[in-house]
């Protein structure tokens, strides 16, 4: 998977006081809001992996997806699906419909993510400190840490990394056609693309986080929650790719 290429648009509205001049228990309550919207969509996506993964639907599917025709059709949907989202989730005229962006954009993860996690579930990687773990909660470990470091130089540096937007806008459209190259001409894209793209997600970690802290007006927490929800489930994607690649199975 490759981000989707609107998700380096600046989110937040170019009129209207944005969060950095608003007062402190207005900023508090955006911060609050949102990392309680994020936290939330983890949550649900994790809940629908669950019931998909537990159902056994994905045994009789997995045949059908399987063929690069299949993904490349699952791929254009779901960068259909992201744009709408993200549409929706901007929306200044109804609160109901930036939630409706946001649960779709949750959903449209789920299915995406669902046929790599089928394959990951059975498999462990060697953690050296930790000893063998499943590759998937040793990638949802990873991913939280990495998640909290960025955060973190984000907050305590106190910089606008909003410059990031024209490379990661770039980074994404050139991610995306190699994708489409990969399934339509059938060569493996290999670890160091995924390393590449852990990368991109964390600069767009960064950039979100930052325009977090600057830009977004005091409203617009489900549009801030779900682009910080799409770069973590970015680097989670290619962080369990890159360990897959590195594990073996029991």
């Not at 790599?116 to 063998?132: P, S």
């Not at 909003?162 to 339509?184: E, H, K, N, Q």
């Not at 997600?201 to 910080?228: E, F, K, R």
């Amino acid at each position: 998977m490759a981000a989707s290429p609107w998700q380096a648009d600046n989110p937040y509205a170019s009129f209207g006081t944005s969060v950095a001049d608003s007062p402190a228990d207005a900023r508090a309550a955006f911060i609050r809001r949102t990392y309680m919207h994020l936290t939330a969509a983890v949550y649900a996506l994790a809940a629908i992996e669950w019931l998909i993964l537990s159902s056994g639907v994905m045994d009789n599917l997995m045949p059908a997806l399987m063929g690069n025709g299949t993904m490349l059709v699952l791929l254009l949907g779901f960068l259909g699906v992201s744009w709408l989202a993200n549409r929706w989730a901007n929306s200044q005229a109804s609160v109901g419909m930036q939630y409706l962006g946001l649960s779709l954009y949750v959903v449209a993860q789920a299915v995406i993510l669902a046929p790599m996690l089928y394959f990951a579930q059975d498999m462990t990687i060697n953690t050296g400190v930790a000893g063998t773990l499943g590759v998937v909660p040793a990638a949802g470990i990873a991913t939280l840490v990495l998640f909290a470091a960025l955060t973190g130089v984000a907050w305590f540096s106190g910089a606008d990394f909003s410059f990031l937007g024209g490379v990661l806008s770039i980074a994404t459209i050139a991610a995306i056609l190699l994708v489409f190259a990969s399934l339509i001409f059938g060569f493996n894209l290999g670890v160091f693309f995924s390393i590449a793209m852990i990368a991109v997600a964390a600069g767009y970690i960064l950039y979100d986080t930052s325009n977090v802290m600057h830009h977004y007006q005091p409203s617009q927490h489900v549009a801030a929650s779900l682009a910080l929800f799409a770069s973590v489930a970015l680097l989670f994607w290619y962080v369990l790719r890159l360990f897959m690649a590195l594990s073996s199975r029991d």
